[in-house]
């Protein structure tokens, strides 16, 4: 589905994994444009309900766009899932989908600064009127910090060489436009061998600022354990990732959250029957799902991406994780 400029990726897969009931009340987490909300409303019945939340000042026009009264939308950040539920005086739901990344109108908004392929403010912040910019971040960061983000957050191992370029550009004047970057980072790398010759030299320094400006990772790891606190029982958890860093920790969450040693290998020695451990609060739902060649044909943007489901059991939680309603 498509609202005129975004195709949501993995859209039939994902909302078939919520095993949606006409009843239910389900969480977009991360509505963009609202494809994916679209599509479950579609399938939901008069008692249905979408909760939407997104920090993405252009998400909210686009919610009311729809005109659904099943559809209550929240701006904020998803890690703030259960703020948004407790103001709506909502407590268990009966499922959540996570549509990482960044939708393709941020991408194409030159003033959104998301691009390297058109000219902007170096920005990248999900929400623009929160937070530092990626540009503010430039400015203020150690040569360390800036090495360490784009290794870490971009996978780049040209990422010394790179910070280093940053750090000599803004000693002469401030960086603060994308293809300003974008030409420091492609002078940085020069003529040295990349493994994908297909990628822009720009491509993984502006991923690693993304991320590091809007605490992307961060975010997912405090969401995770929050959602599957609501969930009820047989309720769905969906996520889509679309990179490497992303993917690694949903698969290890839902990997640990659904082994009745809680992941731990330690624990997996121990001599004891695994009737005996509880059991516990996650069941894995299938492999990994990817977007089929026509879906990747139709929208390039769908080839990294990777769905990942799993299912909420009976079990109560672990003691450490956080108890719904709490921050």
């Excluded at 929050?226 to 996520?239: I, P, Q, S, Y």
């Amino acid at each position: 589905m498509s609202d005129g400029t975004h195709l949501s990726v993995l859209l039939e897969e994902s909302v078939a994994a919520l095993a949606l009931r006409e009843d239910g009340t389900y969480v977009d987490a991360t509505f963009g444009r609202g494809g994916h909300a679209r599509a479950i409303l579609a399938r939901l019945g008069p008692a249905g309900r979408v909760v939407a939340i997104d920090r993405d000042p252009e998400a909210g026009p686009a919610a009311a766009a729809i005109g659904d009264a099943r559809l209550d939308f929240r701006r904020a950040r998803f890690s703030a899932l259960d703020d948004v539920l407790d103001a709506l005086a909502i407590g268990q739901i009966d499922g959540v989908l996570l549509d990482l990344g960044i939708s393709s109108p941020q991408i194409d908004t030159p003033a959104r600064g998301f691009s390297f392929r058109h000219d902007g403010p170096l920005d990248m912040r999900m929400d623009p009127d929160a937070g530092e910019s990626a540009a503010a971040f430039i400015a203020r960061a150690s040569l360390r910090e800036l090495t360490e983000v784009i290794r870490d957050h971009g996978e780049e191992r040209l990422a010394q060489p790179i910070a280093r370029a940053i750090a000599a550009a803004r000693a002469v004047g401030p960086v603060v436009t994308t293809r300003q970057l974008a030409a420091i980072v492609a002078q940085a790398v020069g003529s040295r061998t990349r493994g994908d010759w297909r990628q822009d030299p720009a491509t993984r320094t502006f991923q690693a600022l993304r991320i590091a400006v809007n605490e992307e990772l961060a975010e997912l790891e405090r969401v995770l354990p929050r959602a599957v606190a609501r969930l009820r029982e047989g309720g769905r958890l969906a996520v889509i990732s679309f990179h490497s860093l992303e993917d690694r920790i949903v698969k290890r969450f839902i990997a640990r959250a659904s082994a009745p040693f809680g992941g731990d290998p330690r624990l997996a020695r121990v001599p004891i029957a695994d009737a005996d451990l509880p059991p516990p609060p996650l069941a894995a739902v299938g492999r990994a799902i990817r977007p089929s060649q026509a879906e990747c044909d139709a929208n390039p943007r769908a080839r990294s991406a990777v769905l990942r489901v799993a299912r909420r059991t009976g079990a109560p939680l672990p003691g450490d994780w956080p108890a719904p309603g709490t921050a």
